[in-house]
């Protein structure tokens, strides 16, 4: 158990459509991560916060945004889905400073 | 850029044989790190190791070891005596350090390892 907690395990949504995925860090990590793993692209960097701050954007789209709260956890909002959008998850968290990212166990998101 | 390739797609080994993963990273930076991941079939990524760009010397921890070469940009993963619960893809990954404010991981594409009875 990586102490990471994403929820909800599965989602299954239409096209149009908007989804929050939500990600608890492990206790004491401040910075949070969201990865997108499909077939086609494998794993990619959507975005990472650090603090409650965005410190980088990756291959996120525009139809899809992220925050991180005072409490730390972290939501990744996906709208207008599209069939593309339909891949696994995941929330990864770290102490910071080039410690190894922990992931949660992802969200698998099929969208019909 | 940084890039990461995984020429292995799938490997396919008898319980107790020894395997190997070929990891080639590409990066510009002189500090960076690189990084192991097991994807089991049950989906989740689990840590396996981190090594940073100035320490070359190989790591063993029970059956896994490591490999890092800086003159090939080479970060192999040795299994030794491999057993079915190994069966898992394996992803190697590089983050080129804290500069940017962010260790955000390039992956390669994995490698499907299967381990037959």
């Known amino acids: 158990d990586s102490g990471v907690t994403q929820t909800p395990k599965h989602l299954i949504t239409a096209t149009g459509q908007r989804v929050t995925l939500r990600c608890s860090p492990r206790?004491?990590?401040?910075?949070v991560y969201w990865y997108q793993q499909s077939l086609d692209q494998g794993l990619q960097f959507l975005i990472h916060y650090y603090n409650g701050e965005e410190r980088a954007k990756g291959n996120i789209l525009e139809r899809f945004s992220a925050q991180q709260f005072p409490d730390l956890h972290s939501e990744l909002n996906l709208s207008s889905l599209e069939l593309g959008d339909s891949a696994l998850y995941f929330c990864a968290s770290s102490l910071g400073d080039n410690s190894p990212l922990h992931f949660g166990n992802g969200t698998r998101l099929t969208v019909t | 850029a940084q890039k990461v390739t995984q020429a292995q797609t799938e490997i396919s080994v008898v319980e107790k044989e020894d395997v190997t993963l070929d990891c080639v990273y590409e990066?510009?930076?002189?500090?960076?790190?690189l990084f192991w991941y097991k994807q089991p079939p049950s989906g989740e990524l689990v840590f396996l190791i981190r090594r940073n760009s100035f320490d070359e010397q190989n790591e063993i921890s029970g059956r896994y070891s490591w490999n890092f070469q800086k003159s090939t940009s080479s970060f192999n993963f040795t299994i030794t005596a491999s057993q079915v619960v190994d069966s898992a893809v394996y992803f190697c990954?590089?983050?080129?350090?804290?500069?940017?404010?962010?260790?955000?991981?390039?992956f390669g594409k994995g490698t499907k390892l299967t381990v037959n009875p």
């Open positions: 990066t510009r930076d002189t500090t960076y790190y």
């Open positions: 206790s004491g990590d401040l910075s």
């Open positions: 990954a590089l983050s080129e350090g804290w500069w940017g404010g962010s260790e955000k991981l390039v």
